[in-house]
């Protein structure tokens, strides 16, 4: 299929979710836009009949370590993007910890030009240690300040009080990784700078239970796939080996009745790929990749009855886009740019290692049957994927509504 940039599009026989309700509506793309969407839209152009597929929003991941500067041999951002389509990603924010990390202007600045490598919509996670307060302050157009509160991949880890104290003062947004006891920590911290806060990946019942107590409008919890679909049980090498660590199944349970609580407002890959060499060293580093499987995974969670596709529109479109202030997106409005993943919850496939289009080939759910796939994935207005990958679409850097 010969595939090209397009001014306009029309896509018929949308199944799309308006809060709880399922409408059936074509949909008119025109430079890169969502222009309307209703019946018998007069167009003349390209016309796709979707056939009653449900068709999303198209996904924010506000959590993956898309590699590149001195670990392209691990993801760059063109083979993490390519892997983000495939997965019905269509916007991602990216961590600080690189390689060197993303503590400064300057370095902050020569990430947003290897970015420009991205199929995928892009936005930034920027650093923070003990001493870059000024560059927190100058940091500009950024989804959050990300504070490492937990030993992690990258040499991050801030635990001197007084420089938590004044990262959380200066930031409008901070995430956290926060582990156990360190999410209290946390939540203190941001309560105290009325700070809005990000809890990243949250895997045991200590930590839902802190936010039982602690949550408020203001503080955000997420959730990993990997958190929710494997447990210590499936925890037997490298290849499973992540920070923070696979729990017991209990713990997944309670995760996932978090989610249905709406304890839980996202679900984010933490897609951070290392190589097939590099875990089987003795000392293997922490890590797995997850973009393109996380709508799967959680698609077969709808097809099995333990989600909705209105929960997982929720958790992964909805939510982040809101919670970062994202600029039109997260949903299907006349005005919001045209990001869009069609899903078949008919089609069945099994995750292929050598399939995967994330740089080191490899996932921990390889060989796992999973039911509901997205099959086309739209772009500001430009098909990236449709079963292949398709370089047409220069991602754009995203804009924040709520907060620099």
């Known amino acids: 299929m010969h595939i090209k940039q ?5 896509l018929r026989n949308c199944k799309i979710l308006q809060g709880d309700k399922e409408l059936i509506v074509d949909i008119l793309i025109e430079d890169g836009k969502i222009t ?8 003349f152009g390209e016309e796709i009949d979707v056939n009653e597929k449900y068709v999303l929003p198209g996904l924010i991941d506000s959590h993956v370590h898309f590699r590149d500067f001195e670990q392209a041999h691990k993801e760059d951002w063109f083979s993490g993007s390519s892997a983000a389509a495939a997965g019905g990603i269509t916007t991602v ?3 600080p910890n690189n390689s060197p990390p993303i503590i400064t202007i300057k370095q902050l600045e020569k990430k947003r030009m290897l970015a420009k490598k991205s199929i995928v919509n892009y936005g930034f996670h920027f650093g923070s240690t003990v001493d870059n307060i000024e560059d927190i302050k100058k940091a500009k157009n950024i989804a959050s300040v990300k504070i490492y509160m937990n030993m992690t991949t990258g040499k991050l880890l801030v635990e001197d009080d007084d420089a938590l104290d004044r990262i959380f003062a200066a930031a409008k947004m901070v995430s956290v990784h926060a582990e156990g006891d360190v999410v209290k920590k946390a939540i203190d911290l941001a309560k105290k ?3 809005r806060l990000y809890l990243a990946h949250i895997s045991q019942r200590a930590e839902l239970d802190i936010l039982e107590e602690e949550k408020t409008k203001n503080i955000f919890a997420e959730v ?4 929710l679909f494997l447990s210590e049980i499936e925890n037997k090498d490298a290849f499973t080996k992540m920070i923070p660590a696979l729990k017991s199944v209990l713990d997944n349970e309670a995760l996932m009745k978090a989610i249905k609580t709406g304890l839980i407002d996202t679900v984010g890959t933490d897609h951070a790929p290392h190589t097939v060499g590099e875990k089987l060293e003795p000392d293997p580093p922490a890590g797995v990749p997850g973009c393109e499987t996380m709508l799967p995974l ?3 969670a709808v097809n099995s009855g333990i989600l909705t596709i209105s929960l997982v529109q929720k958790l992964c479109c909805e939510n982040p886009a809101k919670i970062f202030g994202i600029k039109n997106k997260g949903h299907i409005k006349p005005g919001y740019d045209a990001d869009l993943v069609v899903v078949d919850m008919d089609f069945v496939k099994v995750v292929r290692d050598e399939e995967l289009l994330t740089k080191p ?3 921990p759910f390889d060989s796992r049957t999973l039911q509901g ?3 086309l994935t739209i772009i500001n207005g430009n098909i990236v994927f449709d079963g292949d990958v398709h370089d047409v679409n220069k991602g754009r850097e995203v804009e924040y509504e709520t907060h620099s």
Not at 6 to 10: D, E, S
Not at 36 to 43: A, Q, R
Not at 224 to 227: C, R, Y
């Open 361 to 363: 080939g490899w996932s």
């Open 298 to 300: 959680l698609l077969d």
């Open 93 to 95: 924010l990216d961590m």
């Open 193 to 195: 700078h009325n700070t």
């Open 6 to 10: 397009n001014t306009k599009m029309i």
């Open 36 to 43: 309307k969407f209703g019946h018998n839209i007069k167009h």
């Open 373 to 375: 796939w997205p099959v």
């Open 224 to 227: 990993t796939p990997h958190h």
